[in-house]
């Protein structure tokens, strides 16, 4: 008898758990099909993406051959499309490029417009932080001292501080704050800067009192 009530009961839980099954195979599929489907789609952009970062690499080395002091101004209309059309590594390489043939040329104006393009290309804290540092002295060099300030206090990152404080003190300069200059030199300085930095902020501070 109690081997009879055992083998109903084992009947019963074999049909709950067939009900189960049956029940949601169907969700099992499509969670599968879904999980599979993600597996193939990341494949796909994965395999897409390193074609055109491939492609973008090979482009790249004609362009940067290219840009040169001397480029001409369909060379630079190849870089800046190049740049445009890319919004990877390779596009910020290209704009920096173009932003250095500018400076080269004492179109400061353009350099400007470019780097503040290149910004929007990369996610990078580091490689945005060098770009605003740049940005911040192209600005100083057109005597906008407000906008090179403004773009400084955007960095918040520690390790370049002391970059920053040099910048802001040259800033201050600009405005004849020399004591708001000095409080900045001093910054950098506490910010331990590498040496060749250290002894540019010295000669800056010794400036200030001559």
């Given at each position: 008898?109690?081997?009879?009530?055992?083998?109903?009961?084992?009947?019963?839980?074999?049909?709950?758990?067939?009900?189960?099954?049956?029940?949601?195979?169907?969700?099992?599929?499509?969670?599968?099909?879904?999980?599979?489907?993600?597996?193939?789609?990341?494949?796909?952009?994965?395999?897409?993406?390193?074609?055109?970062?491939?492609?973008?690499?090979?482009?790249?080395?004609?362009?940067?051959?290219?840009?040169?002091?001397?480029?001409?101004?369909?060379?630079?209309?190849?870089?800046?499309?190049?740049?445009?059309?890319?919004?990877?590594?390779?596009?910020?390489?290209?704009?920096l490029?173009?932003?250095?043939?500018?400076?080269?040329?004492?179109?400061f104006?353009?350099?400007?417009?470019?780097l503040?393009?290149?910004?929007?290309?990369?996610?990078?804290?580091?490689?945005?932080?060098?770009?605003n540092?740049?940005?911040?002295?192209?600005?100083?060099?057109?005597?906008?001292?407000?906008g090179?300030?403004k773009?400084?206090?955007?960095?918040?990152?520690?390790?370049?501080?002391?970059?920053?404080?040099?910048?802001?003190g040259?800033?201050?300069?600009?405005?004849?704050?020399?004591?708001?200059?000095?409080?900045?030199?001093?910054?950098?300085?506490?910010?331990?800067?590498?040496?060749?930095?250290?002894?540019?902020?010295?000669?800056?501070?010794?400036n200030?009192s001559?």
């Amino acid at each position: 008898m109690k081997y009879h009530s055992y083998s109903i009961e084992n009947e019963h839980c074999k049909g709950k758990q067939r009900s189960f099954i049956t029940y949601n195979s169907k969700k099992l599929v499509i969670i599968g099909m879904i999980g599979i489907s993600l597996l193939v789609g990341w494949r796909y952009w994965s395999n897409h993406h390193n074609d055109v970062m491939i492609v973008a690499s090979a482009v790249w080395e004609h362009v940067n051959s290219v840009l040169t002091d001397d480029a001409d101004q369909q060379q630079l209309d190849l870089a800046q499309h190049f740049s445009d059309s890319n919004d990877n590594n390779y596009g910020v390489l290209a704009s920096l490029g173009l932003t250095h043939n500018y400076i080269n040329k004492g179109d400061f104006a353009t350099a400007e417009k470019q780097l503040q393009k290149t910004l929007n290309k990369t996610h990078e804290k580091n490689l945005q932080t060098l770009i605003n540092l740049r940005l911040a002295q192209l600005q100083l060099q057109q005597n906008n001292v407000d906008g090179a300030l403004k773009t400084l206090n955007v960095i918040k990152q520690k390790k370049w501080m002391a970059l920053v404080e040099s910048i802001r003190g040259d800033a201050q300069v600009f405005k004849d704050d020399h004591q708001a200059a000095r409080a900045a030199y001093e910054k950098a300085l506490k910010a331990n800067p590498p040496q060749a930095l250290q002894e540019l902020v010295h000669i800056k501070l010794n400036n200030l009192s001559s």
